[in-house]
């Protein structure tokens, strides 16, 4: 008997099932991984109002105020005068303190991050009382400028309690509000004491993504606490470290301003004026807003510029480890 032949597998075109009607192009496209065009736009629309808000409350208000910075004040309200603010802004002697103290701020900002970063560390790591140093260590952060720069206020004054302690221990009393070369220091550091307290909570949240057995393992190996934090938290915490820097940095550049008018006013000899002190001084003392619309340009790009550096490094240093 002749053996039956096997039948040949009829191809068929895209879209088209054996036997049965054509598919749809729809469907087809959808089967074929075509997302149809609502899921295309639902990030967009849902991206939209911040982005509205964004441009509307921030991007539209900096372009008003980069142009008002080019006109002038007084008698000249109004009128184009070019470049002539940003001389008269940079040959000001105070001006010129406030972007020292700037590049003083960006010094002492590995200090402001690594604190919240080590006590963090110590929180995770649960320490004994883990849990009250969590509340202790943020409680700082819900005081108002005003209320702590009062506090320090006395605390630091020439025959306050720190002074106090000093000349109980033998050492002698310090000038922290008045000494030109002290007073910049003082309201740093109590600025870093009352706002690290944020950025420890966005340090716990970064280790809650942090794989635990990498941590076990290292110690199983014997590595040092301080191993471990080079080698396994810190490139584990990478992007969280880059939002604190960049997020500590503008806090320091722009949220200084109600410590330094309740404890120093600025002075003494303008050793703690900032940029954004110098604005408010231009705008509300001076009335010369044209003078303080070209300061807060000069400020959005040494922001600007010294985000994308820190960026940039932390980057750098991420790839090499």
């Known amino acids: 008997m002749p053996i039956a032949s096997s ?10 099932r054996t036997g049965g009607p054509p598919v749809p192009r729809s469907r087809a ?8 065009l609502s899921e295309r736009l639902a990030p967009y629309i849902l991206v939209a109002p911040a982005v509205l808000i964004i441009a509307v409350f921030r991007l539209y208000p900096l372009v008003l105020g980069v142009n008002f910075s080019f006109t002038g004040d007084g008698d000249r309200n109004g009128q184009t005068v070019g470049w002539d603010n940003y001389a008269i802004l940079f040959a000001d ?27 963090a560390t110590f929180i995770y790591l649960r320490v004994p009382g883990h849990r ?31 002074n106090t302690l000093l000349a109980i221990v033998g050492l002698g009393p310090v000038d ?19 706002t690290f307290g944020m950025a420890l909570v966005v340090f716990l949240a970064g280790f809650a993504t942090l794989d635990a057995s990498l941590i076990d393992a290292a110690r199983v190996d014997g ?38 008018y309740v404890m120093t006013g600025g002075g003494p000899e303008g050793s703690t004026y900032l940029p954004e002190y110098y604005i408010w001084f231009q705008q509300g003392q001076m009335s ?34």
């Open 176 to 194: 922290w509000l008045g000494d030109p070369d002290v007073a910049i220091f003082a309201v740093v550091g109590v600025h870093i004491w009352a």
């Open 288 to 321: 010369r807003p044209a003078l303080a619309s070209a300061a807060s340009t000069v400020l959005f790009f040494v922001m600007l510029g010294v985000g994308l550096l820190q960026l940039g490094i932390l980057r750098r240093s991420g790839r090499e480890d």
């Open 223 to 260: 590595a040092s606490l301080p191993k471990v934090i080079r080698h396994v938290i810190v490139p584990g915490l990478s992007r969280t470290i880059q939002f604190v820097v960049v997020t500590t940095m503008i806090g320091m550049l722009t949220s200084m301003f109600g410590l330094v």
């Open 132 to 162: 009250v140093y969590r509340s202790v260590y943020f409680f700082p952060a819900v005081l108002s400028p005003v209320i702590i720069g009062a506090i320090f206020n006395l605390l630091l004054a020439f025959d306050g309690p720190v």
């Open 29 to 36: 496209g959808t089967r074929r991984g075509v997302r149809p």
């Open 93 to 119: 002697p105070l001006f010129r303190e406030s972007m020292r103290n700037v590049g003083l701020l960006v010094l002492l900002l590995p200090v402001a991050v690594a604190i919240p970063g080590l006590l």
């Open 7 to 16: 039948p040949t597998p009829v191809r068929t075109a895209p879209g088209l």
